[in-house]
């Protein structure tokens, strides 16, 4: 173990230094990045349908749609194998982001949405620094 010379104590401070300024860069990045609201969210998902490349899995790269009904049901399909449709619901929670339950087939998930200009970008409530999909509203 070093013994706390002025000298160590010096290098200490720096190295911690250097850590706060990342993880305060860090948390200003996501901080920074701008997801809808609650409202907004609602508003983009209530009886409009979203579409987006699956991003992982055996279906990945197949355009998935989520047709959300105004009284908050939600049916699923891979628009490619769209034989076996997913039905359950959805709702907006308190972090503003959508969240989809299926009954059977699609995976459960909640996602924040980012805009940049009038594009629309879904982030995995698992990763909110990360990127799910581009999405599409219609």
């Not at 609201?37 to 992982?56: C, D, H, I, N, Y």
């Not at 924040?112 to 990763?127: H, I, P, R, Y």
Request: aromatic fraction near 10%; charge should be neutral; glycine fraction near 8%.
């Amino acid at each position: 173990m070093d013994r706390l010379t002025p000298t160590v104590m010096v290098k200490k401070a720096a190295d911690i230094a250097v850590l706060l300024t990342f993880c305060l860069t860090s948390l200003a990045f996501a901080q920074s990045r701008p997801f809808l609201s609650r409202v907004e969210v609602e508003t983009l998902a209530s009886g409009k349908t979203w579409s987006f490349p699956a991003p992982t899995g055996e279906f990945k790269g197949d355009t998935i749609q989520w047709i959300l009904e105004s009284g908050g049901s939600v049916t699923g399909i891979n628009v490619k194998h769209s034989y076996a449709p997913g039905r359950g619901t959805w709702l907006v929670n308190d972090k503003a982001q959508l969240c989809v339950k299926f009954f059977r087939i699609f995976t459960d998930r909640c996602v924040g949405v980012l805009k940049n200009g009038e594009k629309f970008t879904m982030v995995d409530s698992n990763d909110m620094d990360g990127i799910f999909a581009e999405l599409t509203v219609q």
